[in-house]
């Protein structure tokens, strides 16, 4: 199913969004979030290639994913 024409502008807005948040986040924690979801590393993994302990890494990751999803469904 194509998307209805407002229906891509929604779509092109969030992405928009999303691009514009990523940039946003502070370095650590988009480090965690494109570990994690770019590189496919384990919260164990991005704690040992950013020289930081697992909650460190956990705590960035939650952090990044909240305001990430924050941006995309702001309307």
Do not use: C, M, W
């Not at 570990?35 to 960035?60: D, F, P, Q, V």
Request: aromatic share 4%.
């Amino acid at each position: 199913d194509a998307l209805d024409p407002a229906r891509q502008i929604e779509a092109r807005e969030a992405v928009a969004r999303f691009a514009q948040a990523l940039q946003a986040l502070p370095a650590a924690q988009r480090e965690a979030f494109l570990l994690h979801e770019e590189a496919g590393l384990s919260i164990a993994e991005i704690a040992a290639a950013t020289g930081s302990n697992a909650e460190a890494a956990k705590s960035r990751l939650r952090y990044a994913v909240a305001k990430l999803k924050a941006a995309v469904e702001d309307d």
